[in-house]
């Protein structure tokens, strides 16, 4: 079984514990549920980064019809997400790579691919490289959580008000 207690490395067999089945699958299930929730959590990420990537564009070259005062609020709040995931030390994810992740998330079709497929390229296929900053993001999250996820949530919240207020 794990435990925090000191392990002798040199006197420990590690096969002993490979050995049993109960034990394995009980790691198993554990590291499971951590790479699912960051799998889908990558997922949501690099949802939202194509989807928001798009939307900036279309705003940028009035391809999509807002107000100017509307257009320039909207093209300030989406790029303020950004900022935040990046954070103000660039802890989080640099702008060139939320970037790359927002093109590689769209099919041949124009939408967003599957979670599915997005697990099959993130985890079969070459050239998914870009998603190494995210994982690491996801991997050490917990000390993001005060610093740029509580921004990047702060962020959102402001552009879904505002989002809001456009219906």
Not at 25 to 38: E, F
Not at 59 to 87: T, Y
Request: charged letters at 25%.
């Amino acid at each position: 079984m794990l435990s925090r207690e000191q392990v002798d490395l040199e006197g420990s067999d590690p096969n002993v514990p490979r050995a049993n089945a109960n034990t394995v699958q009980k790691v198993r299930t554990r590291m499971a549920h951590h790479l699912n929730y960051a799998a889908s959590s990558l997922y949501l990420t690099a949802t939202y980064l194509g989807c928001a990537e798009r939307v900036l564009r279309a705003l940028k070259d009035s391809s999509l019809v807002l107000a100017d005062p509307s257009r320039i609020e909207m093209i300030n709040l989406l790029s303020s997400v950004r900022n935040a995931l990046q954070g103000p030390s660039g802890a989080g994810i640099p702008w060139e790579e939320q970037e790359s992740v927002a093109e590689m998330v769209w099919s041949t079709h124009d939408s967003v691919i599957s979670y599915f497929e997005f697990r099959k390229r993130l985890l079969e296929l070459p050239g998914w490289e870009q998603y190494m900053g995210l994982y690491r993001f996801f991997v050490t999250f917990g000390p993001k959580v005060d610093y740029e996820v509580a921004a990047t949530a702060k962020a959102l919240n402001k552009l879904e008000e505002r989002v809001d207020k456009l219906s």
